[in-house]
Structures are given as structure tokens and as C-alpha cells.
């Protein structure tokens, strides 16, 4: 069974950070693509990052380059978001997916697997 599960969710002033976290139950994790989305209240899901099954190519959301960093382990299946300095306007659920085709995707639709979500609140 596929699972995503994602942690690391909760409340932070402007300015802090956060450590996301997805452990994936996946049959080989090497060979999918790992990204995060997230999505606001009366928003749609939008693209934040993206990591190369090697790990080694990243892509940013331009309203996160500089701020967010993606990172994978793939002897432990799992991948990472580091947010720092957030804004309010990053307040989301947010979600990682799993991409076992090729290209780089940066939509929702292209991603086969997801996670539940974790809460990301940022206000003072």
C-alpha cells in the first residue's frame, strides 16, 4: 500500500521556520519524484518544490526561491521541506506527492500519489 505521510505542521510567527517532513511507503523510492504543494483556504493547489529522484536537480516556486529548501533521503524514503523567513501568505495545508513519470512537473495533475496534509499557520 502507498502511503505519504506527512509532519512537521503548526503555528509560526512571521520570520520563523519550519521543518516539513513525508516518510513514503513506496515500493522504490529512488524512482519517483518528490514534491511539495500546498493549498489555501478558497485557493487552489499550488506548486512550492520540486526534487529530482537523484536529488540533485531542485525547482522553486518563485514565491519560495530563497526561502524554502527541498531535500530528500532516499535510504530512508523520506523528503523534506525547510521553510524559513515565512509570511503570512505562506499558510497552507501542505502536501507531498509522488512522481514516477518523466519530465519535471510542477501540476498537481501529473503527480500519482499524495499525502494528507499538514497545517502550516504563520501569524503573530
Known amino acids: 500500500q502507498v502511503r505519504l505521510v506527512e509532519s512537521g505542521g503548526g503555528l509560526v510567527q512571521p520570520g520563523g521556520s519550519l521543518r516539513l517532513s513525508c516518510a513514503a511507503s513506496l515500493r522504490t523510492f529512488s524512482i519517483y519524484a518528490m514534491a511539495w504543494f500546498r493549498q489555501a483556504p478558497g485557493k487552489e493547489r499550488e506548486f512550492v518544490a520540486r526534487i529530482s529522484r537523484s536529488g540533485e536537480n531542485t525547482l522553486y516556486a518563485d514565491s519560495v526561491k530563497g526561502r524554502f529548501t527541498i531535500a530528500r533521503d532516499n535510504a530512508k524514503d523520506t523528503v523534506s521541506l525547510r521553510m524559513d523567513n515565512l509570511k503570512p501568505e505562506d499558510a497552507a495545508v501542505y502536501f507531498c506527492?509522488?512522481?514516477?513519470?518523466?519530465?519535471?512537473?510542477?501540476?498537481?495533475?501529473?503527480?500519482?500519489?499524495w499525502g494528507q496534509g499538514t497545517q502550516v499557520t504563520v501569524s503573530s
Open positions: 506527492a509522488a512522481d514516477y513519470t518523466a519530465g519535471v512537473h510542477t501540476t498537481a495533475e501529473s503527480y500519482t500519489y
